[in-house]
């Protein structure tokens, strides 16, 4: 079964840090990119980083560029998203994606003070 679970969201103040994961299980992860993508309430889902199958590959959504780092470990079947200096406007639900196809239950992020 082909499976993917975030973790690593909450309530974190603005200018602070949290890192999320995703483990993927039931395909060999190494063989594909992967994505985060973040809904705001009210809004559409926007992507927010890619990363290629190997991690040679990583772009960003220009809201995020030089806060948020996208990276994998393929050993772990697990792909993370490091976000740093948040801002309120960051709060959303963050989903990990295989290809747009396969997604995860999102988690919860929220920053306010």
């Known amino acids: 079964q082909v499976k993917l679970v975030e973790s690593g969201g909450g309530l974190v103040q603005p200018g602070g840090s949290l890192r999320l994961s995703c483990v993927a299980s039931g395909f060999t992860f190494s063989s594909y990119a992967m994505s985060w993508y973040r809904q705001a309430p009210g809004a559409e889902r926007e992507l927010v980083a890619f990363?290629?199958?190997?991690?040679?590959?990583?772009t960003y959504a220009d809201s995020v560029k030089g806060r948020f780092t996208i990276s994998r470990e393929n050993a772990r079947n697990t792909v993370y998203l490091q976000m740093n200096s948040l801002k309120p406007e960051d709060t959303a639900v963050y989903y990990c994606a295989r290809g747009g196809v396969i997604w995860g239950k999102g988690t919860l992020v929220t920053v306010s003070s």
């Open positions: 990363i290629s199958s190997v991690g040679g590959t990583t």
